[in-house]
């Protein structure tokens, strides 16, 4: 893996299995979580053997990551005045309120890979070519 899992951001109640001898342990994020696991984590949900009893795993989650952003401070710096406002309502509408758009213009929520793309589709809608540009982005694994 070329991040290093941190265990924070698992979520909680999140099962983690140690079957050291399934076949898909590489390729299972329940598998590399409890590989992580802190040395003070004494108790924790987990996988039983009967989740392997069909032949597959039933409870497998394969390795993904994705590249979340944040930030919206220069989102709008090309936007003409006269498209800004029913960018930004779009935007609020699509979010469910002007509050949660917030949360992602400051970063208290991060933006997966579809919704980047709406938002670069809603300013090339408007005649934008360019790509929306956010302030942060990070690479972390999807629990799914």
Known sequence: MTKEI???DVPHGWALCFQNDCRNKNDCLR???GQ???PHLTTAPCVLPQAYSS???TERRDVR???LAWGFSHLFDK????DYLAIRREMETHFGSRHIYYNYHR???KLHEDE???ISSLLSSYGYREPAVFDHYEETYIFQ
């Open 116 to 118: 980047q793309e709406w």
């Open 55 to 57: 032949g597959e795993c």
């Open 79 to 82: 936007v003409r005045h006269n």
């Open 65 to 67: 990551k994705e590249r």
């Open 31 to 33: 598998y590399q979580i």
């Open 107 to 109: 970063g208290f929520k």
């Open 36 to 38: 992580a696991a802190p």
């Open 6 to 8: 941190n265990f924070n």
